[in-house]
């Protein structure tokens, strides 16, 4: 049974492909704990638009940022030790990376510095960050992932202010991925992977979460939501890499749209360009940074 009508289908079509220079499979410690068995080239996810059009996205198991210029055109901004996953561009041009291996960290793209911004937690490491927000009052809000599940329901979600005080919004989540922040800044959405469930809950000063709810429950499969990206009329975007799509949700929590990917499954992050209504999504599967356009 289903509550609502079927959404409407979307086409998207690829953007730019990760050239064949930068690929090389191998197996790695990154994918034989998360694609066991298979030699990955890469990994996308994060990616972030800069005002000139520039995208950035990152490599997980090679711990790799790129830039992809308007012309398409692909350049390694900085290689290092680490598994960088969810990124945003800062107010001063710097990136904020949510790296699984070291934590919350600032790159700059110009020179490739790299500044830890957060990497434990009362002396305690996470368990592997994945996925991040930053508010219009400069706070950081980030998932805390590693291994968690529905075996596991410890995941988190945090926030971190620019005073640096931490406060802990979640821990019970069950594999905490995407997150987004509606426009009013009054609430946060936050995808469970292994739950296949959106999460909302309130913001607010203090660190007290109240009132969390599920949001959308997605259908289950071989994974859950992944990447989450709000537009400007509180149409929540959710990259579904278990059904090879995005879905578009209205500020109601109704599916309204179904993005297909034309290339692999693995649809994992999107970024909306300043038009409000084109999508730039990474599609990890292939190595692949596909486009579509969402009806107004």
Same mark, same amino acid.
């Given at each position: 049974?289903?509550?609502?009508?079927?959404?409407?289908?979307?086409?998207?079509?690829?953007?730019?492909?990760?050239?064949?220079?930068?690929?090389?499979?191998?197996?790695?410690?990154?994918?034989?704990?998360?694609?066991?068995?298979?030699?990955?080239?890469?990994?996308?996810?994060?990616?972030?638009?800069?005002?000139?059009?520039?995208?950035?996205?990152?490599?997980?198991?090679?711990?790799?940022?790129?830039?992809?210029?308007?012309?398409?055109?692909?350049?390694?901004?900085?290689?290092?030790?680490?598994?960088?996953?969810?990124?945003?561009?800062?107010?001063?041009?710097?990136?904020?990376?949510?790296?699984?291996?070291?934590?919350?960290?600032?790159?700059?793209?110009?020179?490739?510095?790299?500044?830890?911004?957060?990497?434990?937690?009362?002396?305690?490491?996470?368990?592997?960050?994945?996925?991040?927000?930053?508010?219009?009052?400069?706070?950081?809000?980030?998932?805390?992932?590693?291994?968690?599940?529905?075996?596991?329901?410890?995941?988190? +979600?945090? #926030?971190?202010?620019?005073?640096? /005080? $931490?406060?802990?919004?979640?821990?019970?989540? =069950? %594999?905490?991925?995407? !997150?987004?922040?509606?426009?009013?800044?009054?609430?946060?959405?936050?995808? +469970?992977? #292994?739950?296949?469930?959106?999460? /909302? $809950?309130?913001?607010?000063?203090?660190?007290? =979460? %109240?009132?969390?709810? !599920?949001?959308?429950?997605?259908?289950?499969?071989?994974?859950?939501?992944?990447?989450?990206?709000?537009?400007?009329?509180? /149409? $929540?975007?959710?990259?579904?890499?278990?059904?090879?799509?995005?879905?578009?949700?209205?500020?109601?929590?109704?599916?309204?749209?179904?993005?297909?990917?034309?290339?692999?499954?693995?649809?994992?992050?999107?970024?909306?360009?300043?038009?409000?209504?084109?999508?730039?999504?990474?599609?990890?599967?292939?190595?692949?940074?596909?486009?579509?356009?969402?009806?107004?």
């Amino acid at each position: 049974m289903t509550w609502f009508a079927s959404p409407t289908d979307i086409e998207s079509r690829v953007y730019a492909r990760l050239p064949d220079t930068f690929r090389h499979a191998r197996q790695t410690e990154w994918g034989a704990a998360n694609k066991p068995g298979v030699a990955v080239d890469s990994f996308l996810e994060g990616p972030c638009l800069t005002p000139d059009g520039t995208l950035y996205v990152a490599d997980i198991p090679y711990g790799r940022i790129f830039a992809v210029d308007p012309s398409h055109h692909w350049s390694l901004v900085h290689e290092y030790d680490g598994w960088p996953n969810g990124m945003k561009l800062s107010r001063d041009g710097s990136l904020t990376v949510a790296d699984y291996k070291r934590g919350l960290l600032r790159v700059d793209p110009e020179s490739g510095t790299i500044h830890a911004i957060c990497t434990t937690v009362n002396s305690e490491s996470f368990k592997g960050l994945n996925d991040l927000a930053i508010l219009s009052d400069g706070s950081i809000l980030f998932t805390d992932q590693g291994q968690t599940g529905m075996h596991d329901p410890t995941g988190r +979600l945090y #926030r971190l202010w620019p005073d640096g /005080r $931490l406060d802990r919004l979640v821990g019970n989540a =069950a %594999s905490p991925n995407g !997150v987004a922040v509606n426009p009013a800044g009054t609430h946060a959405y936050l995808a +469970l992977t #292994r739950a296949c469930q959106i999460w /909302r $809950l309130p913001l607010a000063p203090s660190a007290l =979460a %109240s009132k969390t709810q !599920v949001f959308a429950q997605l259908p289950g499969g071989l994974s859950g939501p992944d990447g989450l990206v709000m537009d400007a009329a509180g /149409r $929540l975007i959710v990259c579904d890499p278990g059904h090879g799509c995005a879905w578009v949700l209205s500020p109601l929590g109704e599916p309204l749209f179904r993005v297909r990917s034309c290339a692999g499954r693995t649809l994992t992050n999107a970024v909306l360009r300043p038009d409000g209504r084109t999508l730039l999504m990474t599609e990890s599967e292939s190595g692949q940074i596909l486009e579509a356009v969402l009806p107004e």
